[in-house]
């Protein structure tokens, strides 16, 4: 399964931007899809999650800001982000759990390559 990021740019303090993460190969299923984040120095944090049924979850720092959401046709996850500020810059990686057609009743995590987001002030 591979996982392919897109979206992430510069934009100024307050704007948005919206990440796209498609997967691909021989995809069984996939449950829970995710957005993650690195900045410079710091440990990868959970920004958001999505099941398969649409249960979300957020990091409190991206509540009422971010949202994410998927289309299960496409096996691709979105994270609309809104009023960016220069505290959501990092490198932001999509992530799976995902059965292949080959493994059906195994569950295997994936990352994306990730995707930089920077925000100027």
């Known amino acids: 399964v591979q996982l392919q990021a897109s979206g992430g740019g510069l934009v100024q303090a307050g704007g948005s931007l919206r990440l796209s993460c498609a997967a691909s190969?021989?995809?069984?299923?996939?449950?829970?899809m995710g957005w993650y984040r690195q900045a410079p120095g710091k440990q990868r944090e959970l920004v958001a999650t999505i099941t398969r049924g649409g249960t979300t979850t957020y990091a409190d720092a991206v509540k009422g800001r971010f949202t994410i959401s998927r289309d299960g046709a496409k096996n691709t996850v979105y994270l609309q982000m809104n009023s960016l500020n220069s505290e959501d810059t990092a490198v932001y990686y999509c992530?799976?759990?995902?059965?292949?057609?080959?493994?059906?009743?195994?569950?295997?995590?994936?990352w994306g390559q990730g995707t930089q987001v920077t925000v100027s002030s």
């Open positions: 992530n799976a759990n995902a059965r292949t057609v080959i493994e059906t009743r195994r569950l295997d995590n994936y």
């Open positions: 190969g021989s995809i069984f299923s996939i449950s829970v």
